[in-house]
């Protein structure tokens, strides 16, 4: 059978349409048909289904080609489900998709929640709950707002109170049950939670926050624009331009180790993008130190928030490079730094190099003296302590010959007392040279066997 880009089909042969989208369709066969079907172009450029006979079927909105075939002379194939249908975006009036969030929506206008097929208003219970998560200065709000709903194809429209518009510079979060479903009654997404910002007051200073960390934000003084703006915020450090800028993060110990960053896209009301006039702040959070030994929890390179600093992306060559004039704040956990320009910033560290602290002990090493506390045991041997995250330990004779090179991956290394060889060393005074970076220290070692 051909395919054609309209058609109008009847009696024997039903050929399927192209019809491009995220959903997928599942088809099955009607069993018998008094009358034929017709399948048209929709003035949504969707394909509608008209039936006389069966049972209720779907919309094919946003379906793939499917399989199709002749039963009996009459149409015999019609969509019988989708899958993975659901809910798949936002749209206001105006306004960004980022980061799966709508920034930017109008404060008078409608939020329509777009979903893969149309929803059946009849049978469709949303149980909508609309909450203002954070105002404009970033303060938690967690209040409920009243809101109306109604349906149109594949969009679930919330209308705000005709007396209460959107505030402007808030983050709403807008809940939505399983029961949105679709004519056949099949739940077209599991129940979720989406969000939106308004666009905010220029006014008057504002804070536009990350919707899934509060921590994460950007200051807008009041002399930074002179229209009303928005700020669209993503924390996703999967996007290619930032996977590619970690990767060039040089290999050897002591790189700079990457923690978390931010995007910051600047638009007008009407969605242009527009950059500040007048220097806002960005600030990022660090993790805690859940044991209180001064290193950052989950960082192998013994990350300190003292080492700490805001990188801005190059975007032409896509490398991360070092901004001064941040703050820490060790009591809120962040780093802040003022900007003149919006575009993607990271939050990286270089491994604490301090080697002030570094000892070796025991000094004596006696391991055969019989007191294991004070001298030592042949098992245990020397240990180097409080070292910084990165370096080398060498070790050699008074004569400056060396006996042994150690590695330092961690806040602590044993020496085993042998050489390089794997030989015990003999009885005698040695030096250990401690280094990381641009540092170095120096001790002494006795060995009496």
């Known amino acids: 059978m051909r395919k054609h880009a309209t058609l109008l089909l009847a009696a024997a042969f039903l050929a399927a349409a192209v019809i491009p989208g995220p959903a997928l369709c599942a088809w099955e066969k009607l069993r018998s048909s008094d009358a034929p079907l017709a399948v048209v172009y929709a003035s949504t450029g969707a394909y509608t289904v008209a039936y006389t ?62 979903f893969s097929t149309d929803i059946s208003a009849s049978s469709s219970t949303p149980g909508i709950i609309v909450t203002e998560v954070r105002d404009n200065t970033g303060a938690d709000k967690n209040e409920n707002w009243p809101v109306a709903t109604s349906y149109s194809g594949q969009r679930l429209i919330i209308v705000p109170d005709p007396m209460r518009a959107w505030p402007k510079g808030s983050v709403f979060a807008v809940y939505y049950s399983s029961s949105v479903v679709d004519i056949n009654g099949e739940a077209l997404a599991a129940a ?74 600047p638009y007008d009301a009407s969605g242009n993008p527009l950059q500040p006039s007048d220097a806002c702040v960005v ?34 060559r896509n490398l991360w490079v070092k901004q001064t004039g941040a703050a820490l704040d060790t009591s809120a956990r962040t780093v802040s730094l003022p900007v003149s320009h919006f575009s993607s910033y990271g939050l990286l560290a270089i491994p604490d190099a301090d080697l002030n602290p570094v000892y070796a002990y025991p000094v004596p090493f006696r391991p055969n003296a019989g007191n294991a506390a004070r001298y030592g045991t042949w098992a245990q041997g020397v240990t180097f302590t409080s070292l910084p995250g990165y370096g080398k330990i060498k070790i050699y004779t008074l004569g400056g010959q060396l006996v042994r090179e150690l590695p330092v991956d961690a806040v602590t290394e044993k020496w085993d007392v042998k050489n390089s060889d794997g030989k015990i060393v003999a009885s005698g ?17 006795v060995v009496i066997k």
């Open 283 to 316: 600030t990022l959070p660090y993790p805690g130190d859940a044991n209180s030994d001064g290193i950052l929890d989950g960082y192998g390179a013994w990350v300190k928030p003292g080492n700490l600093a805001i990188w801005l992306m190059d975007e032409e």
């Open 53 to 114: 006979v069966g049972e209720t079927c779907a919309s094919p909105y946003n379906m793939v080609t499917g399989p199709y075939s002749a039963r009996s002379g009459y149409l015999s194939l019609i969509p019988s489900s989708l899958e993975n249908q659901g809910y798949f975006g936002l749209e206001a009036g105006q306004g960004v998709m980022l980061a799966g969030a709508l920034w930017g929506a109008p404060p008078d206008d409608s939020v329509k929640l777009l």
């Open 429 to 445: 005074v040695y030096i250990w040279e401690a280094t990381a970076g641009s540092g170095r220290k120096t001790g002494k070692l």
């Open 192 to 265: 979720t939670t989406v969000y939106f910002s308004v666009t905010m007051d220029h006014q008057v200073a504002n804070t536009a926050t990350s919707v899934f960390d509060s921590r994460v934000r950007v200051v807008i003084p009041a002399t930074a624009y002179s229209e009303d703006f928005f700020l669209a915020l993503s924390t996703n450090s999967e996007r290619p331009a930032i996977v590619l800028a970690n990767a060039k993060l040089p290999a050897q110990p002591g790189s700079p180790e990457f923690l978390n960053m931010v995007s910051v896209e």
